[in-house]
């Protein structure tokens, strides 16, 4: 009888070893959620901004009501700027003059960062509609140094704009008295903002 219930005892000790062994090997092939590793690579890069003055300049021959630039949520970035006349009769650019508090940009340029540009242009100039929202995506900044003397958001002939941020450096790609050439890379395209021009028609604002 004793060594009826020895063996059993045995068998028992055996049994509740392998649970445990089998147990956590189950834990080992099925962490927790809390041993997943978290991912962080969607959040918003925020940059450390500084706030300055925009303007702006006007090649094309459209009127623009109004613009404005954003970068991803939670970054920081955003800018915007007010109306201007069509290029003049002898070619040179309308606007510039006084800038417009503000525009935060990133106080170190930024090679990843990639704005929305936005604004608001008359093509009809009848005087009865403001005319339509483009947009431009994936728009650039060029390369700034630490001195800097305001943005200048230029709009350039075929619905194409170019972002740029006065650094002092005459002559180069950041000096807002040279026409920036057809094939810079900074040159965006624009397209018709079908979202926000319906959103108007249905008698909203995002003016």
């Not at 089998?22 to 690579?41: N, T, W, Y």
């Not at 194409?160 to 450096?169: E, F, L, P, Y």
């Not at 018709?192 to 008698?203: L, M, P, S, Y």
Request: glycine share 14%; hydrophobic share 35%.
């Amino acid at each position: 009888m004793t060594d009826r219930l020895s063996c059993y005892g045995r068998r028992a000790i055996q049994i509740v070893a392998f649970a445990a062994v089998f147990g956590l090997g189950a834990c080992d092939k099925h962490p927790g959620p809390i041993a997943q590793p978290l991912d962080l690579s969607n959040l918003p890069k925020h940059y450390d901004t500084l706030s300055i003055g925009a303007s702006t300049l006007n090649y094309s021959p459209w009127y623009i009501h109004q613009w404005g630039l954003e970068s991803p949520e939670g970054s920081g970035v955003a800018g915007a700027g007010p109306n201007v006349s069509p290029v003049r009769a002898d070619g040179k650019p309308s606007g510039g003059g006084g800038d417009m508090c503000c525009s935060d940009i990133p106080s170190v340029w930024q090679p990843d960062l990639k704005l929305t540009v936005r604004w608001l242009v008359d093509k009809k100039q009848d005087g009865k509609t403001r005319g339509d929202w483009y947009k431009a995506e994936n728009v650039r900044i060029p390369k700034y140094g630490k001195i800097m003397g305001g943005l200048w958001m230029i709009f350039l002939p075929g619905d194409r704009v170019r972002i740029m941020v006065a650094d002092g450096q005459k002559g180069d790609a950041n000096d807002p008295g040279i026409r920036p050439a057809d094939n810079d890379p900074y040159i965006a395209q624009g397209v018709v903002d079908r979202e926000w021009n319906r959103f108007n028609r249905d008698g909203g604002n995002r003016q």
